[in-house]
């Protein structure tokens, strides 16, 4: 690492705040539940105050059973009232990212919650852990599979869990897709087709288009999210892939990729059709099977998902709070020392094939998983 990007890195930390714009079991799976008079909700302190943290996950955690807001880490000392007074946050729960290591000696925070860009996911996982705390991290994972194990390893030694902010696992139609395909109710799922994008409107300088930050473009952001559902509508892994970049907007999208087409090949004969993007509306999941066909219409967003097979409408509440469903999980996990269905072995599979679908793009060639 060099020292111009080191001294940007810790500038990058220190005004953080200010920079970020934004399968098998199931949930409550335990009989743990906060009811009883002699258990109590779990702490968490979310770490950056950014997007998803402010419009996301702090509401989300008025609506959790199992959990509560219990502290912030921010950069931004502006935002330490806002929030303390919002949510009721003890000044001993509120921290900086130079003091966050003495987390370790506050008993009311379980779990730590990393909201940051990805290049300081690696950084902040183990110093949350080695503070003692549990952790969820956001998507993806961080800026490598190297980094992805060292995260991994990084828990166990301490013995504490690590999970993704994988929400969709526990959102209704996706985990229909999850069973119609793994169960093989139709038959043999034979192709997926998956997409997710957006247009890029936002700041030709944000974090997400530096690659020492973001580690790549549409792809990390919003390809996760299709990989992901090729592989938990098929439950099995990837062997290989083919892939090619687009780009029609270079002076944007300068140093990271704005759309991707891939193709994964599954053990069992699947074909997986994938698009990510920066420059285009997409969000669509869909399996075509030896018997018929399932899909999502609306299948990634944060609520007012659709979905049908070629029987019908699926009829399932659209607008439940993923993420609030999604750390209620991770509570209960952390509560009977079970291992979250969204692991850090989850991220770590998706970034295998990130690394995949770039060396494809950088090959021309198909490229083993």
């Not at 038959?187 to 997926?192: A, D, T, Y």
Request: include cysteine; charged fraction near 20%; hydrophobic fraction near 35%.
């Amino acid at each position: 690492m060099n020292n111009h990007y080191t001294s940007s890195r810790r500038r990058f930390i220190r005004n953080i705040g200010m920079s970020i714009g934004a399968m098998t079991l199931g949930p409550g799976s335990s009989s743990w539940s906060p009811r009883d008079p002699n258990q109590k909700k779990l702490g968490i302190a979310l770490v950056g105050l950014g997007y998803y943290a402010t419009y996301q996950l702090a509401p989300a955690l008025q609506q959790t059973k199992n959990c509560y807001l219990a502290g912030i880490v921010t950069g931004t000392p502006a935002k330490e009232p806002v929030w303390m007074g919002k949510y009721n946050i003890p000044k001993s729960n509120v921290y900086n990212y130079q003091n966050f290591d003495s987390i370790v000696n506050n008993p009311s925070i379980d779990i730590v919650y990393v909201v940051l860009p990805i290049f300081l996911h690696k950084e902040f996982t183990i110093r949350a852990t080695d503070a003692g705390k549990h952790v969820i991290c956001e998507k993806p994972m961080a800026m490598s599979v190297k980094e992805c194990q060292e995260m991994i390893d990084a828990c166990k030694k301490n013995s504490k869990l690590l999970s993704i902010g994988y929400r969709l696992h526990f959102e209704p139609y996706n985990k229909e897709m999850m069973r119609l395909g793994q169960q093989k109710i139709y038959g043999n799922v034979l192709e997926i087709d998956c997409a997710n994008g957006f247009v890029w409107g936002g700041d030709p300088n944000a974090w997400r288009l530096r690659k020492a930050m973001a580690g790549g473009g549409g792809m990390m952001d919003m390809g996760v999210y299709t990989i992901q559902g090729a592989r938990y509508t098929t439950g099995e892994e990837p062997t290989y892939v083919k892939a090619r970049e687009e780009k029609t907007r270079p002076e944007i999208f300068k140093e990271v990729d704005e759309t991707i087409y891939y193709e994964l090949q599954f053990p069992g004969g699947t074909i997986a059709h994938g698009k990510s993007s920066y420059n285009a509306d997409w969000n669509n999941l869909k399996a075509i099977t030896k018997n018929g066909w399932f899909e999502l219409t609306e299948a990634y967003r944060y609520g007012g998902m659709a979905g049908a097979t070629f029987k019908g409408p699926m009829t399932f509440d659209p607008n439940v709070n993923q993420q609030a469903l999604q750390m209620d999980d991770f509570a209960v996990c952390v509560r009977v020392n079970r291992s979250s269905i969204v692991s850090g072995e989850e991220g770590l599979k998706d970034m295998k094939v990130v690394e995949a679908i770039y060396r494809s793009i950088s090959s021309g060639q198909r490229e083993k998983i």
